[in-house]
């Protein structure tokens, strides 16, 4: 699933803030041209929408194969040592190597690299 937020076109990339003024994470950044719009252009951010809570099991296709494997499924959700903590870290393994990586749950929002389910 994508979700395409609308921005500001006055804004410039650096500036982007959600409605409680942090920068966004992972957000992937391109320019559109609108035609009917009388500003120009305006500047879309796309990312993938997905929960912590519900990554394990999850199915993932790396857009680029990372080392021939393209399919990879979130096979564990490291928990934080302090209970009041956000989980950041997960563990993929690729579905035909059996190969196990950590990377931070934020980078799979990126779709210039991941896509949601084996496509």
Do not use: C
Request: positive net charge; charged residues 25%.
């Amino acid at each position: 699933m994508a979700t395409e937020l609308r921005f500001n076109s006055s804004l410039s990339v650096p500036d982007f803030q959600n409605y409680w003024g942090w920068p966004l994470e992972g957000a992937v950044v391109s320019e559109k041209a609108s035609g009917s719009s009388k500003s120009g252009s305006s500047i879309f951010a796309v990312m993938n929408r997905i929960s912590p809570k519900k990554l394990w099991l999850s199915k993932w296709t790396a857009v680029k194969p990372i080392r021939k494997d393209k399919h990879f499924l979130v096979s564990k959700v490291i928990q934080p040592e302090l209970p009041g903590e956000m989980v950041q870290w997960i563990e993929i393994e690729a579905v035909y190597s059996k190969e196990v990586r950590r990377i931070d749950w934020r980078d799979l929002r990126n779709q210039e690299e991941w896509r949601q389910g084996w496509v």
